[in-house]
């Protein structure tokens, strides 16, 4: 199977996570990760203005190369085994999942620290745009400073394999 | 020099074109000059805050060099995850 | 449902995910973790003693309060909506999963966090042991300072919840 | 002073039983004491390193003390998860 995928389709979180350790001896670590499209975050948009969807936007194929990329960089970085991440595009609904990151090690604290410098490098690296519908159109979302001081705060662990 | 250029997401609404293959005047050899040259055409290029650039589908700084036949895509910082 | 439940029975690891943030609007983040027996770790003993097995023993009443004690600590220190921790005890072979630690949060800084703060906490205060199963007999698998240490390290982020 | 005792993992192993109900003399008032007290019939409870504690189901350290019905655990490093 391959480590990255873009789609429109719903993934299964169990599917997922039990294929990282299926049949691997030395998965004794899966740490993973769900985002997932979030109603009272659409509501705190402008007032009166209720969000009623969100559209994924992206840049195919540099979508992939983007999110293989950071899979490469997180394998230089840590000792893992099996790393699955999983993106949707297109319209989805308040409560439906977005991302899904697995990362299956023999430790656990390599499985943490990949999973979420996965996450932190996706929302910063990885071209994805997302556009809230409301009863008055659409709104793209502006892009959080707190999402780069996450992935900023990676470069001061630069390398150096945990034991 | 010919260049495909790519915009996505609210600066593509904005340029209300997603892709447009360019014929470029001499002189013209990095990111940044190339967002200023079409910045003439499209007010958004240059009104823009924080745009982002790849070159070949690679994030680059507005520094980065382009190239004939080279695909670059301009776009707002990204929102996924 | 109970946040912490200890049993021998197995868990299915989509349905625990997918309860965490089910019909909660605010939950935009699911951190989880997966804990499995290791088949090459338990061929990591003395030479020429291949382990087909493991089993877990508690102490029945502090295991439940220990856990769910560790859950308070998380969210004192993050802003945490739904957590579920899950330990079997008794007799496992390699493959099988052992815990599984879920938290959901509206952002996923908070999730991580307290996922593997839960697991660290669990590895040092939770009364479980192992003994690992070998054609010779049984050996109860020792502590490992690397846990004290990941424990530790928790020590210096006393409170203060992240925004 | 009545006590319940519990012993377990290598710990019960090596002292042969999981739980006594136990009576002890006066002046003793700590985690530590009795386990010094209970270390003359278990050797093992004198011979084992970093030995952990429990008091009613709470893991304390040796100085901590006991009182008439409390539960007492004595237990090697907890290796779960």
Redesign the interface.
């Known amino acids: 199977m391959s480590e990255v995928s873009v789609q429109t389709a719903d993934f299964?979180?169990?599917?997922e996570?039990?294929a990282l350790?299926?049949?691997d001896?030395?998965?004794?670590?899966?740490?993973?990760?769900?985002?997932?499209?979030?109603?009272?975050?659409l509501a705190e948009g402008q007032a009166g203005e209720g969000v009623t969807a969100m559209t994924?936007?992206?840049?195919p194929?540099?979508t992939e190369?983007?999110l293989a990329g950071i899979v490469v960089e997180a394998r230089r970085r840590w000792d893992l085994r099996r790393v699955r991440v999983i993106?949707r595009v297109g319209r989805l609904l308040?409560?439906e999942r977005?991302?899904f990151v697995g990362v299956a090690s023999?430790h656990?604290?390599d499985?943490?620290a990949a999973?979420?410098f996965i996450?932190d490098y996706?929302?910063?690296?990885?071209?994805?745009?997302?556009?809230e519908e409301t009863p008055d159109g659409g709104r793209?979302?502006?892009?959080?400073e707190?999402?780069d001081v996450?992935a900023r705060r990676w470069e001061a662990v630069p390398g150096g394999k945990a034991? | 020099m010919s260049l495909k250029v790519?915009y996505?997401?609210?600066l593509r609404e904005a340029v209300g074109v997603s892709a447009e293959n360019i014929d470029l005047p001499a002189g013209i050899a990095t990111v940044g000059e190339l967002r200023k040259f079409l910045g003439v055409r499209h007010e958004a290029l240059t009104t823009a805050k924080?745009l982002r650039a790849?070159v070949n589908?690679?994030?680059v700084g507005h520094d980065a060099p382009v190239a004939e036949g080279d695909e670059v895509?301009f776009?707002?910082?990204?929102?996924?995850?």
Chains 1, 3 share one sequence.
């Open positions: 299964d979180v169990g599917v996570i039990e350790s299926s049949g001896v030395g998965a004794g670590a899966v740490a993973s990760f769900v985002g997932l499209v979030r109603a009272d975050k994924l936007e992206h840049y194929g540099m190369s983007a993106h308040p409560g977005i991302v023999s656990r604290g499985a943490f999973c979420e996450m996706l929302k910063t690296q990885a071209p994805f745009w997302k556009k793209w979302v502006d892009a959080r707190s999402d996450a034991t | 790519l996505f997401a609210g924080n790849a589908q690679k994030m895509a776009f707002p910082p990204v929102t996924g995850g």
